[in-house]
């Protein structure tokens, strides 16, 4: 049984695990998405560990780009046909292996890079099949949360949980003791 506590990078799809799966368009034809504020403080939590993180996307997009950047996500593909290699050459970069990364999913098309990775993560919304591949399904669907759900979960997994809410909770403090 995979452990999530062996973990040591994180890689994610875009839509339908940090997005609900939907696309916006308007009357230009322009495509936009919308993010949770949840799971992007759930990536700043994951950075503040310095554990390495990287976003494969099968579609491209401005949008993903601009908030990845928000969020100081460096190691983002887009447009990716080959989720399984993409993974591959994401551990290199991230200085792991695969086995060493939680791959997190919805859809048929993770369901390779699933395969590869050490932890295979889906989402509680996803397809059938990507549910049945992971090692463990969040409770949240995507786009809502759920990549918050599931750092919380490895990182209490290695002991780190309750060292990531005193981190934030004294930025808290301070902050109040400044104001």
């Known amino acids: 049984m995979p452990d999530p506590s062996t973990v040591r990078a994180l890689i994610l799809d875009c839509d339908g695990v940090m997005t609900d799966g939907s696309l916006y368009v308007d009357d230009n034809g322009l495509e936009t998405r919308r993010f949770s504020v949840r799971d992007g403080f759930g990536i700043a939590l994951w950075k503040s560990f310095d554990l390495p993180i990287a976003v494969i996307s099968g579609r491209g997009g401005a949008s993903l780009r601009h908030r990845m950047a928000r969020l100081g996500v460096e190691d983002v593909v887009q447009s990716s046909a080959d989720k399984a290699a993409a993974l591959r050459d994401a551990a290199a970069r991230l200085r792991v292996t695969a086995a060493d990364c939680a791959f997190m999913g919805d859809d048929w098309p993770d369901l390779p890079a699933m395969a590869l990775a050490g932890y295979p993560i889906a989402v509680a919304d996803a397809a059938p099949a990507v549910r049945a591949a992971a090692a463990w ?19 209490s997994a290695k002991g780190l949980l309750a060292g990531g809410a005193a981190k934030f909770g004294s930025v808290r403090a301070k902050t109040r003791d400044a104001g």
């Open 137 to 155: 399904v969040t409770t949240t669907p995507g786009g809502h949360g759920a990549v918050r759900e599931a750092i919380e979960h490895i990182l």
